[in-house]
């Protein structure tokens, strides 16, 4: 069996950080396919993490993922394995970062502290446990051991919590929140997709974004939308996701990766065709 | 058997969306080899995808090759695989992107339109045809699946096909075009590297790429030139190339990686060590 | 046996260089599991690569390693294959960048000189040998090639040597040198971790980095110091290293990745608590 694992880490990839996971895997288990989520979290960004997280693992089989944006490495956070109803064993800092993956693949099903040293990468630095900690406890769970050699059991009611966004939807109004954005500026917001019609059947929608505003078409895909057209979708996370066709929203409107701003949505019942102010402000 | 799976995309690796088209590659056919061609393709830009395209595949086995540079996702183009004379099959949108590989493979020998739900990862969203078509299509094939399960035959007649550079010998001068700039700021052209001979036996050249012009030493590599020193060769992928000895002529020139602009070559008979008027005008 | 090919590069992610070998090697020893250290090295920074390589080698199994900083390629330098006493064998250019990792893997024990036509990649481009030379060399290697089949011996003392940075503890003081800039910004030292048993009891240290000063306080690991503070610290590598906790230390004090400054470590007796001259100009 070739077992999957899933890697996802702010380490970027300028450096040698993420080699020498995958090297530390392939000394111990050098039939595992070790798959890169992304190695772009940005640093110390442990919420954008769990969302890009969350994004990625139900599209895998039942595997291991090792997730790693740990500010408080070598502190007294605790090293966790989440066994989950899928199958899946998620590894990573007991800081949050793994809990939104693990209800997506069946919840929680099981914690243990990754503590037994005959799983480790030996000596044990203060500074690096993606490599001496978790990717080693992963690579041998890849190679068949069980995850209570690992560990003792934790309650999972101890588990650190991250906030959680809220979508609702009061006075005919959407209020939600960003959660990501893409490689293409697009804006991925909590609100699942089905909030789009509560908006009733406008073909335009009037988004704040944080304190800027922009109207956007209601679309299918970006395909429908002008070029340059600002359109919401509900994009392939089943999320309600802001966009422009082929540019880049989150440059046009000043958001940086890492941010989280508050989005209200609500139908636009005057001409849709009148610019909206941010266009008007050209 | 582990199939080789090749993968080039514009998607860059910030946010997840490669990690999820390898996760369900992983779910589908976890012995397959997914090799990443490059996600850096510019956004959008399926000229410059085709060349990255045509650059790697002739250096692979024959095997699946995944590529996706898709602005008309979810709308009315088709998602294809075609079959070359060399046993590689390519899958992508019917935009363009995958025909000049495919002749260098030994051209079509068929093509079928992804179409049959078995063979994609359900729901198909409108967005992400990657994940949903192209990478389970591919994952499929490599599986072992044969590609006429895919989807019914199209003629290759009817695919979308992109205008192609002209490279020319007229009147003692080479008319060709910038076909992509690579990390250290070379410029491929498309002229083959037989073109070069024809210049005669000229020590140097004069090149007007786009409104510039600089004048550059013929060598047969980086190093038979001075650091800095604007030198042509004949490259790795067997045709023109432009470049300074280590130090970047792209952005020297002002020229960015999907800029594509005309260069004319004309041997210079005075004294070749005369500064350039690029060089003058520092 | 899936044999593992570890691959460090200056060729960047953007273009297909990396993708292009990576097929060739797929071509010749589908099995082999190539694991990247990272594509980030610095253009033609040959010493940086040295150091990047001997960062993450010594944590792969016994394996195949190809290298390749290459400003000479096409020119005299010859391509070798070093095997050394841990079993490892490490391909690239005779410019000194394998030396430093050699030696932390058991030392020389064989070198050849890579010139067999039949274990390359034909025809031999003169500009691009990590595809034509040194990754065919590998996967024929990964592949259950005999390293002695590749070409002739040379002689370990005929290989180029790099200068390598003293580190010294004179005067109470430590001197020594940046080796390298991770992505997090912290500066890894050449000094081993013990040097800082040396600088006695402070709880801060006075760092000199170039024409820079700091102070710094002496931690275990990151989450000791307040958000931003000044540390060093024993890092993963089992060196001493400078950082601020969750900053960017290279970019406050204006050090690029490629820079080699020296650095001089000296106690701080007076009260560790004054602002150091870096954060007094703030």
Redesign the interface.
């Known amino acids: 069996m ?1 077992a ?1 694992i ?1 890697f ?1 880490t702010d ?10 996971c ?3 895997i ?2 111990i288990s ?2 595992a ?8 979290v940005p ?2 960004d442990i919420v954008t993490g769990s969302w ?1 997280l969350r ?3 139900p ?3 039942a ?1 291991v993922h090792v997730a790693v944006v740990d ?5 007294a956070r605790r090293p966790i394995a989440i066994e989950c109803g899928r199958g899946d064993i998620l590894l990573g800092p007991d800081n949050g970062l793994l809990l939104g993956a693990a209800a997506l693949v069946g919840g929680i099903t099981g914690v243990v502290e990754l503590v037994d040293p005959a799983f480790r ?1 030996n000596p044990v ?4 446990h993606a ?2 900690i978790f990717c080693p406890a992963a690579a041998h769970l890849a190679h068949g051991v069980g995850i209570h050699l690992l560990g003792p059991n934790l309650d999972p009611r101890s588990l650190v919590q991250l906030p959680e966004p809220e979508s609702t939807f009061v006075d005919g109004t959407v209020r939600t929140a960003v959660v ?5 500026g697009s804006l991925a917001l909590a609100a699942p997709g089905d909030m789009l019609a509560r908006l009733g059947q406008a073909t335009h929608v009037r988004a704040i974004v944080g304190d800027r505003e922009i109207v956007v078409r209601v679309v ?5 939308a002008a070029t340059g057209e600002p359109l919401i ?4 996370y089943g999320r309600l ?1 802001l966009s422009l066709n ?1 540019q880049d929203l989150a440059q046009r409107l000043g958001i940086a ?1 890492a941010d989280k701003p508050t989005v209200v949505l609500s139908p636009v019942l005057d001409d849709p065709r009148r610019p909206s102010p941010e266009d008007q402000s050209r």
Do not use: W
């Not at 380490?11 to 020498?20: E, I, M, N, P, Y």
């Not at 396919?33 to 772009?40: E, F, G, K, M, T």
């Open positions: 070739d999957v899933s996802l380490f970027g990839t300028a450096d040698t950080s993420v080699g020498q995958k090297g530390v392939a000394a050098p039939k396919l070790v798959v890169d989520i992304s190695h772009a640093h110390y890009m994004s990625a693992v599209h895998f089989p595997c500010p408080g490495v070598g502190t990468h630095s203060n500074t690096f490599r001496d990501g954005v893409n490689e293409f299918g895909t970006f395909g429908e979708l509900v994009d392939s996701c082929q990766r």
